[in-house]
């Protein structure tokens, strides 16, 4: 995700993708900052059920992150695994 890249290298997404006009960078900034606060904002304030292992709830919040990008279809099935 574009606003946390920028966000762990302190720097703005515009810088990330070289825009070099202006205007453009501008509105890709604020619209990638407000997207993505909104995001973590949502996803942090989901509380950890009392016998939830660590696991489980990293696993419910990505779930939930990729509802909210409606791509939720994407975890419906689990990955085949080869057996022997």
Partial sequence: MLYRRAKDLSTQPSKLLAIS?????YCLDEVVHSFGSGIDSH???MKKGKTEKQETFEGRKHREFLRM?????EI???SPVATK
Avoid: H
């Fill in 21 to 25: 006009d202006d205007y453009v960078a």
């Fill in 76 to 78: 419906k099935y689990a």
């Fill in 43 to 45: 996803l942090n304030g």
């Fill in 69 to 73: 990008l409606d791509m939720a279809d």
